[in-house]
Each structure stands twice: as structure tokens, then as C-alpha cells.
């Protein structure tokens, strides 16, 4: 395991006799949750590019068998989009029932005729679902209501949901809803905007006698920062969990993953991770605590997050900055973001170059107390512990320009930053800026319709 | 004169029936100051490349026939330059004569020796001053000294002072100083780094009876942000003024100009604007305060700051962001800086695409209390006062992308974002990001030469 998971591993609930381990699938691999992907035209709408089915699907419906506890964090944007603000409502109650989810429009900025299209996104989810045999049969003693569904959509900001599209993408999908793997696979692809390939993880441990799993899909490439990324994250799981503990399992795990990476710095107005719990591992509830659950949870999460910034928009390479020895946590979070979003510092990352004094610049203008006399800069390799300083004790090192660029010009390293004011500790994952990012999202006024995207 | 000038002028000390005037020049366009610039190595030290005499220069004095009254500003990033720490210590005094700068090591981030280097570079620089007949022919009361030169440098971190190099230039400068317009054209080369060409400035105002000149040079193009940038100013003044009132005058005129512009967000270690008033324009001290020198001051230094921003390294557009409506004058900064620092926002002008989305999604992540569903994003050509609304009273108007795209595709325009939130007001002058920032920022790890600039 990574040295940071290892460090995560630390703070959480541990049992290191019984460690986690990954398996095949995502969001299908727990028991009970069935999942579909459609194409319904919003992707492209209108252009008449990319309508061939099986390669853009833009709606997608995951579904738990039975009632589960849910959770949810939301981007604390104050622009935020109108499914983020009916999602946010419905994740407050202790059960859910389905997501739906669409890509190629944002619903942002829409006004108020944005909320009722996200409120009739959840209505026709749960009058499609319910019409369905497979639910029928497991007798519930509830109809699935519109309050059971949490709605996601990612894509342009500021056009109005095709609403048509939406209700026949609806309709086409819910029929197709299954347990199964390649199901799971369309569902990571219909999330998917500007992603170049799926994200998608699930681990298995276990409570008591009992065998649990989680599983996660998310998507996300640019607008990636802060209090969570333009991204969209579900996590099942099967475990049998108190909504409250759940709540703040999700939080945690959010805390030390999404919130840990940036790509551009930029926070986008549609961030959202769900993670639902259906219970049927059978484990009880109360060794929940004493299990590796927190663990398994914070690595696929902190899995998924790396494949973001792994898949960040035209970026060639992948940081892990550890910053330490900042007076708080707090600082050492400011000197971390400082430093990853430096545009002179994450240019000289896209050359593989090693260069200290942009990264010391980037220190002192942040808002934590820095004294350059005596601070370290160093570079290791990917998964090694052997730090080369360019920078310490406040002097440059003897090390050659040339050496360091060894470790720097590959597409993954460790950057490690000791401000020696101390205990202060905070990990970010970030990426390198490219010409390709640029050429990615600067639109083409000879092109209208790379434009406002 | 541009509508922001002219909201500028009103809360500064006005006489519009007695405007200023442009006038050829610039720091010799007022009486009593010379300067000369050599080359001596320091530019690309060691590689043989670029030592074409005069092409190249990178040393320069600049020095005033008598005493002069100083004011300094300086960078606010807690990892600063030897020299600018010299220069600080030096600018508390009421008078100097010269300022020493060099261009192609920063001198930062070198520890002691640096500061020790910066020391002997204000050393020598006064006592090659002093044995110069020019000035003794004044039979000044007092020799120049140490405390008597501003020090500044400008170009990599962290490379050790070439002080033979130092030296030699300082000596074979001295003898060249003369008040010559093409001498203070070399000086404004020899400040140059990554700047594609040299800013300079001057203008003339009338105080009581006398004239007044103010003359000013300034470089800088990438790391250019906040509390100012990579940027270095120099303004000379042959007005009469108290060494209080310069101060204040010039911080007013930074705020204004040099804290108004963004190129990347970065904040240098090295940002310095320094000002010397050497009274020989004769005018009386009382009238200083009723006359226009406050405006021209201001107009100085916001044009040669708008240079700085339209030299931007790789920049292909200069955008002037009026933001209005934040509850308060800092809420209004720190919507404008978040919008002008977003790498979408700054992609998306690269390509001259009016994405207001993202500009709506930065507003929304800023420090500033935005309600979208009241918040306008507008466009106007450059000087003009009509604004064409993209998103109006929170929702987006019937105005074509592509019309709008006319305004945003030309290589200046005003963005207008109201808030309507209260009277908080901020003017921001930014420059999109661009694959030539990327590529000209970026190093090659096969050209060590490139690394670590």
C-alpha cells in the first residue's frame, strides 16, 4: 500500500488482522443493487454527432433492491446546480431507493424551471422503477416515491434539460436494470464528460461472519479542486450500517480522498458523492465499528480520486505533494494547494523539471507561516521512501538540476515539502498544466459549438 | 481617458481644469536624473550564448543629481530577495540617489551571502558614484554611501550573485550615466527578462507655476499576481514633495495599477516599485497636494501596469473585469481575482470563447456572497460603454454565443460582472492562459539550461 494509505489507515477504525481486498467490478459487485445505461441524446443533442448507441450513453439508473441508508456530500459551491440542491434534500432522510444520473448537461444555472426538471427526473425514476416486475416480486410494503431518488447531471452549465430526452431515456432504461458487470461498465461510460477512460473499484472485507463489499464508479477531468471536484461519485455497498454512521463514514472518507487532489483548481457546481448501504451482507450492525470498513472505504475513495487526477484534463503527470511541518494542518493544507496550483509551478511539472524556487515562491505568497531558512524541498520516486533534496535546511543542495529531473521527468512522483514549523501534515494529489489543457478547454470561436462548454 | 481611469481620478486629489499630458521619455524626462545600462554576464552566465554588446544588457544605475526624496513598495510574499530587503531597510530613509539593478539572477532564496551580495552591490554602486566628476561639479555636502542605493534584481532563484560579474558592471556602467532618452531606453532593456519588449513612460503636470515630470519604466511577465508581481518599477519625479507624501502617493498609485493586474496568479519574491522625487522642478511643497500629481502618478503606474499585463507571457488577450455589486470592496476583489485566476475562465478567453458558465462557477467558489439567481455577466468592446448581457438578473439571455464571441474573440475587452448585492466595487486587468504560457514555462529536461528558471 501507498505510504499516505498507510498513513490514512492510522486515524481509522483498524483491524489490521483482517485487512480488505480488492475485487472485480464496481457498483454491482455488493449484493443487491442493479444498475442500466442508455442513450438518450443529451450528449450531442441537436448536432447529430456521436448518437451511436453503446458509445455515448448519457443516462444511467443505479438501484438497490430494497431500501438503503444513504449518504451524501455535496459541493459547497455557492453556485450550485439545481439536482445538487433536490439530491441534498433527499440524501437527509435515513433511506433511498435509486440514483439517476445524466451526462452532457449540468442543469446549473437554470433557475427555478431547473428544479422542477431535477424533481421530475427523481418522479419519473420512481414511476418507472415501480412498475417494474423484478421489485414487484421482493414485495416491498412501500412504493419507491420521488423523496427515494437522488438525481446527479454533469456537463454544460446554463442550457435547459431536454426534458423529452430525459423522460425517454428514463423510460429505455429501467427495463434494462440488472445485476451485472457490464451493466456496471455502460453506467462508469454514461457518467463519463470529458473522462478519457472509466473509474471504477470495488473491495470486499469482513464483519463478523459476514462477507461485505463496497463498490464505486465516479467521473471528473477538469474543474477538479477544492471542497470536492466537478465530479460525480457513487459508492454501494451491502453492509448493514446506521444512517448516521454512514454519514460520517462518507464524510471521512471524502475528506482524506476527494478533497485531497486538484487538477486546475477549479470547484465546479455539480460535485457530488452518494454512497448508498441496501444491508444485505447480513454483518451486524455494531461491528461495523470494530471492522475495516472506514479503511476499505477511504481506499476506494482515495482510489477513484487518483483516477481523477491520473485522468485530469490533458495532463502528462501525477504529484503526490506531502506537505509537513506547517504549525497546523490547516497551513499545511494552504501550503499544499499554494503549491499545486501555481501555474509556474505545475508548467515546470508538465517539462520534468525540478524547480524549487517556483515551488518556495509559491510558499511564501500562501497563508502559511513560512521561514525559507529553513525549509526542505525534496523529489522521490513513485512508492519509494528515498528523498532527494533539491532545497535544505534553506540552502540549494549539491544535487544537479539534471539528477533531479531523472525523478521528476516521470510521469509519477513524490514531491516532499518540510516547512520545519511543526506537526502540521496534509497529502494532495495534483496534476502538471499542459498545453493540451489549455487547447482542451479554450473552445474555438470559429466552432460555436466548443464554445460556453 | 478609459472609464476605469476615470473612476480612478475621483477619489484622488483632483484639478481637472488643469489635466496632465503625456510627454516623450521616461525616467530622464524629468530634470536631474541620469542612468546607463552595460552588459556584464549575468543574462546567461556561463552558457557563451546572448553576449552580444547591447543586446543583452543586464546591469543599470539610475541615479539623481542630488539627494531625493524615496518611497518603496515591495513585495508581500514571506519568501522575499536579498535585494528587496536591502531596499525596504534603505526606502524607510527620507532621501537616496541610485538605484542598482540587475537583470538575470534574483538573487532569492541564496540565504546570507545573498543579502551580503545585495549589500556590496549598493556599496559599490556608491562609491563608483562618488568618484565620478559629474557630481562632484555639484560639491553635494555629503558622499554617497551604502544606505543611499536602492538595490534590485530580477531573474532566477536561488543561483548565488556572479559578483566578479557584479563588480566589472557596476564600473563600467558608472562612467556611461548621462540624462539621455536612449539611455533610459537601454535601462528600461536591461530590466527585461522574459518581457517581450520595454514599458516605459512619462508625463508632464503643471504645479502652481512650475512643471512637473513624473517618468516611469517598469518589466515583468509571468508570476504576476496580488501584492504585486515579478514586477520591478521604477518612477523618477523632478517634483518637490515631502518624503511622507511620496510614500502615500505611491502606495495609493500601487494599489491602483501594479495590485489591480493578473498574468498567472503567482506573486513574486522579488515585486519592488521604488520612486525618487529630487525637487528640482521647483514647485512649492504645499501645492503638490491641490494639484494633480496624485492622478498622474496613478496613470503612470496603471499604464505601465496594463503593459505588464499585455506583455503576459504567451497572453493573446487583455481583459479589463469591472466587478460591481459585492457587499464590500474586498468581496468584490475576491470575486474579480477568482474569476480572473480560474484556469477555465482563462482557458476559455485563450480561445475568445464568452463562456460565462465557468465565470459563474468561479464567482460561485469566491470568498464573495453571490446569489445566482440575481447575478449579471456582460461583455463590451474595448472603450465602449455598451454592455451585450450573456446572463442577466440570474438567467441566461437570448444573446447568441456567437454574438457574443465578436466581443470576447478581439485582443481586448471588458468583462462586467454585477453581483447586486450592495456597492462593493473592484477593476482587474487579466490576460487569458494560453499552450505558448504552458510551452514557454514549462523547461525540457533534455535542455538543463531550461530547468529551474
Known amino acids: 500500500m501507498h505510504e499516505s494509505d498507510a498513513r490514512l489507515s492510522r486515524d481509522c477504525w483498524a483491524d489490521l488482522k483482517n485487512p480488505f481486498r480488492q475485487v472485480a467490478g464496481s457498483i454491482c459487485a455488493p449484493h443487491g443493487f442493479k444498475c442500466a445505461a442508455v442513450f438518450c441524446d443529451i450528449k450531442k443533442l441537436g448536432t447529430g454527432k456521436g448518437s451511436e448507441k453503446g458509445q455515448k450513453r448519457d443516462l444511467a439508473l443505479i438501484v438497490s433492491d430494497i431500501p438503503a441508508v444513504v449518504a451524501g456530500v455535496f459541493t459547497t459551491n455557492q453556485v450550485c446546480a439545481a439536482p445538487v440542491k433536490i439530491s441534498r434534500q433527499h440524501a437527509r432522510k435515513e ?4 440514483i439517476v444520473v445524466n451526462s452532457g448537461n449540468a442543469n446549473a444555472c437554470t433557475g427555478l424551471q431547473g428544479l422542477r426538471d431535477a424533481q421530475t427526473m427523481a418522479r419519473l425514476t420512481a414511476s418507472a422503477l415501480d412498475k417494474l ?12 416515491s420521488a423523496e427515494d431518488v437522488l438525481v446527479c447531471s454533469t456537463g454544460r452549465i446554463g442550457v435547459p434539460m431536454p426534458m423529452k430526452n430525459i423522460d425517454r431515456g428514463i423510460r429505455a432504461c429501467a427495463p434494462g436494470i440488472a445485476r451485472s458487470t457490464s451493466n ?15 473509474k471504477e473499484i470495488a473491495v470486499e472485507l469482513k464483519v463478523g461472519r459476514s462477507t461485505v463489499r463496497i463498490g464505486g464508479i465516479c467521473k471528473g477531468a477538469g474543474m477538479i479542486q477544492p471542497g470536492m471536484a466537478t465530479m460525480i461519485g457513487f459508492i454501494t455497498t451491502d453492509a448493514a450500517i446506521e444512517p448516521r454512521a454512514l454519514k460520517r463514514a462518507l464524510k471521512i472518507a471524502t475528506e482524506k480522498s476527494f478533497n485531497r487532489i486538484t487538477v486546475d483548481g477549479d470547484m465546479s457546481t455539480n460535485d457530488s458523492v452518494i454512497a448508498l448501504a441496501n444491508g444485505l451482507a447480513g454483518n451486524s450492525k455494531s461491528e461495523i465499528q470494530r471492522s475495516q470498513f472506514q479503511n476499505a472505504l477511504n481506499f476506494v475513495c482515495l482510489e477513484l480520486a487518483k483516477m481523477i487526477v491520473r485522468d485530469g484534463e490533458g495532463t502528462s503527470r501525477f504529484v503526490a505533494l506531502h506537505l509537513r511541518g506547517a504549525r497546523n494542518d490547516r497551513e499545511a493544507e494552504a501550503a499544499a494547494r499554494a503549491i499545486a496550483n501555481s501555474s509556474l509551478v505545475r508548467a515546470s ?18 497563508k502559511a507561516d513560512v521561514d525559507e531558512t529553513i525549509v526542505d524541498v525534496g523529489y522521490a520516486r513513485l512508492g519509494t521512501r528515498k528523498i532527494l533534496f533539491a532545497f535544505r535546511h534553506g540552502r540549494p543542495t549539491n544535487v544537479a538540476l539534471k539528477t533531479l529531473a531523472k525523478i521528476t521527468a516521470a510521469p509519477d512522483f513524490d514531491l516532499h515539502v518540510d ?23 479554450k473552445g474555438d470561436v470559429s466552432d460555436p459549438e466548443t464554445l460556453g462548454g
Open 133 to 144: 416486475n423484478c421489485f414487484k416480486q421482493l414485495s416491498l410494503p412501500a412504493r419507491i
Open 184 to 198: 456496471a461498465r455502460q453506467v462508469a461510460e454514461a457518467i463519463m464528460t470529458t473522462d478519457t477512460h472509466r
Open 419 to 441: 516547512l520545519h514549523r511543526g506537526c502540521g501534515e496534509f497529502v494532495l494529489y495534483a496534476a502538471d498544466l499542459t498545453e493540451n489543457y489549455v487547447a482542451f478547454n
Open 349 to 366: 511539472w508538465c517539462g520534468g523539471d525540478p524547480n524549487w524556487g517556483r515551488i518556495l515562491c509559491a510558499l511564501g505568497y500562501s
Open 95 to 98: 433511506l433511498a431507493r435509486a
